[in-house]
């Protein structure tokens, strides 16, 4: 089981530069940041953006895996995000993931909001047109939500044949999707106020991503597969034992990575830095 640590970019980079520095010393096996244009309320609450994060932590750190948690393709195009994945997979010297989900960013934008089928419609395209800037030498392409032309590759990603995508998906559609375009695939589960019903959900959308992942490729058994603890009601990290009992039911369920939140002083992820230390000291050894 590898062991990811969410910091989110809520800090001026003098205050969050040692963070990813100790996520590396610690021992995780990735550390993520998200990648939106804000955090929930308040409005005014300080945040930075995804890449200029991960570019600064490819900077400070030599092993870690670094990667974005969710990138959304309503406030992306493929050509350009293309652009940044490869100089940061450059700079990181291969450690970069990208984190992907259908999301619902437009409307950050000031666009309409999109139906649930026309965001998969996006998606669909946005990964599409994503994978194929990254393969190939020169693209051309023509959709409904995004279009390119002679988009072009070099000097390509330092990982072949490009940076790796975990794709979030939590109905069949997006996890055909995760299945053809992903080398991992994210849940968080389903909202519940009950933590054994947040563990059935888990365990039900596990069995789904399998099923739909052999109906759409062979590649299932070899896909990794990671569970965002802190999406359950209690906070992986508010104790020891806690972490321990998700990380062993996790892996139970088949999942190879899990990823948990950087403690706070505040809701949500509200937690002890002493708590992380004693994790990395002596749980992660053990995994």
């Known amino acids: 089981m590898r062991v990811g640590i969410v910091i989110l970019p809520e800090h001026r980079w003098w205050a969050a530069e040692p963070l990813w520095r100790m996520a590396e010393e610690y021992g995780f096996a990735h550390a993520w940041t998200y990648d939106r244009v804000g955090w929930r309320p308040p ?19 030599e092993q870690i895996r670094l990667g974005s948690l969710l990138t959304d393709p309503g406030l992306k195009h493929p050509a350009h995000f293309a652009r940044e994945i490869t100089a940061l997979d450059d700079i990181s010297d291969g450690r970069l993931t990208i984190g992907l989900g259908a999301g619902s960013g437009s409307e950050a934008l000031g666009r309409p909001a999109l139906t649930e089928q026309q965001r998969i419609d996006q998606f669909t395209e946005f990964l599409e047109l994503l994978d194929r800037i990254l393969v190939n030498d020169v693209t051309d392409y023509e959709g409904e939500h995004y279009s ?41 589960g389903r909202p519940a ?15 789904a991503f399998a099923e739909e992942a052999d109906k759409a490729s062979t590649r299932n058994s070899t896909m990794d ?39 706070r002083p505040d809701e949500p992820y509200r937690g002890h830095e002493s708590t992380l230390e004693k994790i990395a000291t002596e749980v992660l050894p053990e995994l």
Do not use: N
């Open 193 to 207: 106020s009950d933590e054994e019903q947040w563990w059935r959900s888990v365990a039900e959308l596990a069995d």
């Open 43 to 61: 409005a005014d609450k300080p945040w930075f953006a995804a890449v200029p994060t991960l570019t600064a932590a490819a900077t400070v750190t």
């Open 148 to 188: 390119a032309v002679q988009a072009r590759r070099s000097p390509g990603c330092v990982q072949r044949p490009r940076t790796p995508f975990v794709i979030a998906a939590d109905q069949p559609r997006t996890m055909r999707l995760a299945a053809r375009f992903g080398q991992g695939w994210l849940t968080a």
């Open 225 to 263: 597969k990671y569970l965002c603890l802190d999406a359950g009601p209690v906070y992986s990290m508010s104790s020891v034992d806690k972490f321990q009992d998700s990380v062993g039911r996790a892996a139970e369920l088949g999942f190879t990575d899990v990823v948990a939140h950087w403690p």
